[in-house]
């Protein structure tokens, strides 16, 4: 079953911040976030485990709330850079084919 | 180190016509997949292989076919092309099981390829 992504879509001015959450019905095992640019491919930007720690990478972070089944990608002081399409992508459990199901995507627009 | 190659970029094919679209990858992952994405919408999974010889279907493999007769080659083929199957093809290749950091296998992708049935 996809997750659940919400907001659908966001503008942004530069330096302003945006939370992106990613919700899902089953019992999850990891969280994957990815950004694609227009007419571009998916780029991996970071995997969250249950279990695991907040990451972060530069001014971006995401979380994960096991009880919840839910995940939230934080974007801070947003620069023009971050606009594109963030999809997550959720596995169920540790098993052969590492299979991910995606989400519908959150359009983010950071305008100067 | 090219990563996830795909050929060709795009395509316009006739509705009842074949294509194979070849995914490479140089990684010497064990897991390859390959995804749809439709115009403003996520990515679905069509089949993947989790080893050189295997393959399983995933969400919407009707249609499609696939092969992986070789590690670093994972090949999706379409045998009578139809306009419902206009879209952009991503192939996409992760470590599998025996590699991957703490578990976590990432997956990395190629460009796509455009295809349009006519």
């Known amino acids: 079953q996809q997750p659940v992504q919400s907001p659908q879509a966001v503008i942004l001015r530069e330096g302003e911040d945006a939370v992106i959450n990613c919700s899902s019905s089953?019992?999850?095992?990891?969280v994957h976030w990815y950004r694609q640019k227009h007419g571009e491919a998916p780029v991996f930007l970071m995997i969250?485990?249950?279990?695991?720690e907040q990451k972060g990478h530069d001014k971006i972070s995401a979380s994960f709330n096991e009880k919840k089944q839910q995940s939230s990608l934080y974007l801070t002081a947003s620069q023009l850079s971050y606009s594109g399409t963030y999809f997550c992508?959720?596995?169920?459990?540790?098993?052969?084919?590492?299979?991910?199901?995606f989400g519908g995507g959150t359009r983010v627009l950071v305008k100067p | 180190n090219a990563g996830v190659t795909q050929t060709p970029k795009f395509r316009v094919l006739k509705t009842g016509q074949s294509m194979t679209l070849l995914c490479a990858q140089d990684?010497?992952?064990?897991?390859m997949y390959w995804y749809r994405q439709d115009p403003g919408m996520g990515l679905r999974l069509i089949h993947y292989?989790?080893?050189?010889?295997?393959?399983a279907k995933g969400e919407v493999p009707d249609g499609y076919n696939v092969s992986r007769l070789k590690k670093q080659n994972f090949l999706l083929g379409l045998e009578s092309a139809a306009p419902s199957q206009t879209s952009v093809y991503f192939c996409?290749?992760?470590?599998?099981?025996?590699?991957?950091?703490?578990?976590?296998?990432?997956?990395?992708f190629g460009a796509g390829t455009r295809l349009s049935v006519l």
């Open positions: 996409a290749s992760s470590p599998g099981l025996a590699g991957g950091l703490k578990g976590e296998n990432i997956q990395y």
């Open positions: 089953k019992a999850l095992y990891s």
């Open positions: 969250l485990l249950k279990g695991g």
């Open positions: 992508g959720t596995e169920g459990s540790w098993a052969a084919g590492n299979k991910l199901t």
């Open positions: 990684m010497n992952h064990e897991y």
């Open positions: 292989s989790v080893g050189e010889g295997t393959t």
